[in-house]
């Protein structure tokens, strides 16, 4: 049942995301750094960031769902 364990995260986040996605991802939201520090970091501008993550966030969505992983706590 627990996404993490039976199927594991980072096998959803390693197949349905692209290299640059999974940077992106890993800059903002692992290692906390802000949109232009992630543009700079990747040679990218800030709008291109923002929509990179934004294809990112929804291309795990689309897994997830896929998985039968309905979210919340536990």
């Known amino acids: ?37 992630t543009a700079r970091l990747m040679e990218r501008s800030e709008d291109a960031v923002k929509n990179l993550q934004r294809r990112a966030l929804a291309a795990m969505q689309r897994a997830l769902a896929g998985s039968g992983y309905t979210g919340g706590g536990g």
């Not at 980072?10 to 197949?15: A, F, L, S």
């Not at 995301?17 to 800059?27: A, F, I, M, P, R």
């Open 1 to 37: 049942r627990d996404l993490v364990r039976s199927r594991g995260l980072g096998d959803v986040y390693k197949r349905q995301l692209t290299e640059d996605q999974q940077t992106v991802l890993s800059l903002r939201f692992l290692l906390d750094k802000s949109v232009a520090d």
